[in-house]
């Protein structure tokens, strides 16, 4: 089946943007397909543009940028970057450079802010081959953006009809440029991370030192932040469970991971209360590179995530996990060997007793191993 790019131009093309808002959990199911284009088209410099055509960044878009610029050129198969921008006149000064590259084929697939993207990408080639997702568009929309495009699927109709984010990205890279699960390098539908042997090291030092070399202590590795605060656990709810399940598992340490704005905030709020500074526990955020993150999740025993990248990283690292949903958003629901709780509305609806019974399921199993 040829994509709305075909095979033929795809053979003829030299240069490919691939835009997106690209977020972390995005590019471990977005990455395995952008890497198969380059394996089936090995001529062709694909660049990858992640700005998010937000009019004001957020303050979390720095570290999303370094996180996300790490990963792409550590994977070896990409061309330029454009990151998130820190305002209008560093946008203009990417679509400036863009537009020099004279790109043969933009291609931009996502849910949010697609007119935008539309219009951006025209801009950027106004003679090359544009294709697209749309979403939410009305008939002004259409007519501004969208026909001014050479080809365009809708999002929301591949999204209500596929049951999962992977199956989602796979019908849009199928029918926008012709790829199949065939063509997948590793054969699997999200990436598979192997961190380099230096970070591996460095998570081996933080766990020996955690558990003071005693090899029969299990790592619980806890993520309960997120880029949103309905997806956030609180942390008066975290600190319930983490005394109840060190109470009934003493064999159990805890790494806490934060993002680096509040790395200080966690720690502190650590070290002053009388309960948690007894535990043994470390805080953790990857200051130097990404890839300290998924190194340190691979040596740890479980997860407990919410709705956050760190809950696809464990899949990808192969982590048994419990993961708090805010809701019942099956499409984005971590796979492997992962237990949903779903919320309503928020992650703070799902109380901590719930939390504690699903890490006992799944503890009980990594323990009696």
Known sequence: MNGLVSHQQLLDAKRVLYMTHLAIGDFVYQGVWLSALKAKYPHLTID??????????????????????????????????????????????????????????????????????????????????????????????????????????????????????????????????????TDLVSGYTQLMIQPEAQFTEQAKQIITALTQGDTSKRVCFINHLSTAAKKDYPWPQLKTVILQLAQQYPQLVFIINTPPNQLATVQQDVSTDKNLSALPITV????????????????????????????????????????????????????????????????SSVEPETVVKACKAQLDKIICQ
């Open 48 to 181: 990858i543009w992640f700005d998010d055509c937000r009019r004001r960044p957020h303050e979390w878009a720095s570290g999303r940028n370094q996180i996300l610029t790490e990963w792409i050129d550590a994977i070896g198969d990409f061309g330029d970057v454009y990151p998130i921008v820190s305002n209008i006149a560093q946008r203009e000064q990417f679509m400036t450079k863009a537009q020099h590259q004279d790109y043969d084929v933009v291609v931009f697939v996502g849910k949010n802010r697609a007119a935008q993207y539309a219009k951006l990408a025209r801009q950027i080639s106004p003679k090359g081959w544009v294709v697209a997702t749309s979403s939410g568009i009305n008939f002004l929309t259409k007519w501004l953006y969208f026909n001014k495009l050479d080809g365009v699927i809708s999002y929301d109709d591949i999204a209500d009809s596929t049951q999962h984010i992977t199956e989602l990205y796979a019908e849009c890279f199928e029918r926008l440029l012709g790829l199949k699960s």
């Open 284 to 347: 953790f955020t990857a200051l130097d590179n990404f890839f300290q993150l998924p190194a340190l999740m691979a040596e740890c025993d479980f997860c407990f995530s919410v709705d956050t990248a760190t809950a696809h990283l464990a899949v990808s690292m192969g982590v048994p996990q419990v993961a708090v949903m805010a809701s019942d958003f099956k499409l984005w629901q971590p796979l492997g060997d992962s237990l949903i709780l779903e919320g309503s509305g928020k992650a």
